[in-house]
């Protein structure tokens, strides 16, 4: 199992624009397909974007698609999400975990263990 640590959230304005990282350590991050999920106060925790091992495939909510684009950088262990043209909506936790092969829909994390996230926070 991989230790997964979130970064790059913060407070942003409607519209704006944050780039979210998860850098992996402790297994063979390559091996895996990764995703990114987030948990809003009150509301379950929920699928956002996911990407096949080698980057080749990409997954993304329909509430997010054209606005985030998911990446990973196998060679440093890191896991990217762009997200542009932020929504009041996309305010939650962030967290990333490894996903479920073959990938399903909606994508399924892998661990039960979550990390700390990265808190994104959406102001008019």
């Known amino acids: 199992q991989v230790q997964l640590v979130e970064s790059g959230g913060g407070l942003v304005q409607a519209g704006g624009s944050l780039r979210l990282s998860c850098q992996a350590s402790g297994s063979a991050f390559v091996s895996y397909a990764m995703g990114w999920f987030r948990q809003a106060p009150g509301k379950e925790r929920e699928f956002v974007a996911a990407?096949?091992?080698?980057?080749?495939?990409?997954y993304y909510a329909d509430s997010v698609k054209g606005r985030f684009t998911i990446s990973r950088d196998n060679t440093k262990n890191a896991l990217h999400l762009q997200m542009n043209g932020l929504k009041r909506e996309d305010t939650a936790v962030y967290y990333c975990?490894?996903?479920?092969?073959?990938?399903?829909?909606?994508?399924?994390?892998?661990?039960?263990?979550w990390g700390q996230g990265t808190q994104v926070t959406v102001s008019t």
């Open positions: 990407i096949g091992w080698n980057g080749k495939s990409t």
């Open positions: 975990n490894a996903v479920v092969e073959p990938i399903e829909d909606p994508p399924r994390a892998e661990f039960a263990s």
